[in-house]
């Protein structure tokens, strides 16, 4: 069974500066894949970023960018120039089954809550 | 962008009542929903996995004749709180998979649907 770990329960970033949430994950499958999700208070699950085990480059959209070590078997979220709104939880995910075993059920790990102060 | 709405968004009700809740995929259909229930502070526990014209697959440990799911089209899924108690009080999200998805990361998440019991 897959399992994720995130040690950090909540953290604090100023304005502006870059954030490094950890995400652990430990898996015998040899294909798989890594998600970060952020959840505001609101409650939405929000798509932040994949990465899949094949993948040679981290993955990286706009601010996010994962800092993938397939050998560490971690996968950490970077956060750069942070943002009042990117106050949140945040939670890494991966799939419950190898990928193309045709479940797409996600694991989540605890999650970690950034507070960004001004 | 793929919607998923979740209806309704709260929900308060008095111990020993039954309570719906319904997940709709808004402008795609979904071959695969998926129910999630959040406790405060904790992280997303799957609950079972609903296909459209098949039983649902329900995780170890979550009662399938309190937790009725119905999958009756492609577009939506009901959740069927049965004989609510206190205990059953949480946040319940659905996520549903895209029938064209061609990536794994083609799944989304609805707002999420809190409940109280009284």
């Known amino acids: 069974a897959q399992k994720i770990t995130q040690t950090q329960p909540g953290m604090f970033v100023q304005e502006k500066e870059a954030v490094t949430l950890d995400c652990t994950y430990d898996?015998?499958?040899?294909?798989?894949?890594l998600f970060w999700y952020k959840q505001p208070s609101s409650g939405e699950m929000i798509f932040l970023i994949y990465?899949?085990?094949?993948?040679?480059q981290n993955a990286t959209e706009g601010r996010y960018s994962l800092n993938f070590q397939k050998a560490r078997k971690s996968a950490n979220l970077v956060i750069s120039a942070s943002q009042l709104g990117d106050s949140a939880m945040y939670f890494c995910?991966?799939?419950?089954?190898?990928?193309?075993?045709?479940?797409?059920?996600?694991?989540f790990g605890k999650g970690t809550k950034l507070s960004v102060i001004p | 962008g793929a919607v998923v709405s979740q209806h309704p968004s709260w929900v308060i009700c008095k111990s020993g009542t039954s309570v719906k809740i319904e997940c709709r995929s808004l402008?795609?259909?979904?071959?695969?929903m998926f129910w999630y229930r959040q406790f405060p502070k904790q992280s997303l526990m799957l609950m079972a996995t609903?296909?459209?014209?098949?039983?649902?697959?329900?995780e170890q440990g979550v009662e399938k004749d309190k937790f009725l799911i119905n999958h009756a089209s492609l577009t939506l899924s009901t959740l069927t709180v049965t004989s609510a108690h206190p205990e059953d009080s949480s946040f319940y999200i659905c996520?549903?998979?895209?029938?064209?998805?061609?990536?794994?990361?083609?799944?989304?998440f609805g707002p999420g649907t809190r409940l109280t019991v009284t």
């Open positions: 995910a991966m799939p419950a089954t190898p990928l193309g075993a045709g479940s797409y059920q996600l694991t």
């Open positions: 990465q899949g085990s094949y993948d040679e």
């Open positions: 898996t015998s499958d040899q294909s798989y894949g």
């Open positions: 609903s296909n459209e014209g098949s039983k649902a697959t329900y």
């Open positions: 402008d795609f259909q979904a071959t695969t």
């Open positions: 996520s549903a998979r895209e029938l064209a998805a061609t990536t794994f990361y083609e799944q989304y």
